[in-house]
């Protein structure tokens, strides 16, 4: 399943560096395929593909995750499932 996140922080750009050092995040995605983007100084885009959801529901439960999330003040906001086009 390939999933959509909007993500609100207290900084994008200390999230992101922190996003980008998580390895754990490969075990459960494509993170080839990983796409971020900033829609402002405290929200953000992300685009995950070939989501195990079992593993990504016990990765957010995490007590890294928990204890991040309170830390930066991060909150997602919405998720959605996507497709790809079809030509």
Known sequence: MNVILKVSMANYDAWKETFDKHTERAAV???SKTTVGKVDD???IV?????DMQGMQELMGSEF???LSKEMQIVNEEMHSFA????
């Open 65 to 67: 995750m928990i204890t």
């Open 29 to 31: 995605c494509d993170e």
């Open 84 to 87: 790809p086009l079809q030509p």
């Open 47 to 51: 685009m995950l593909y070939d989501v």
């Open 42 to 44: 405290t929200s953000c």
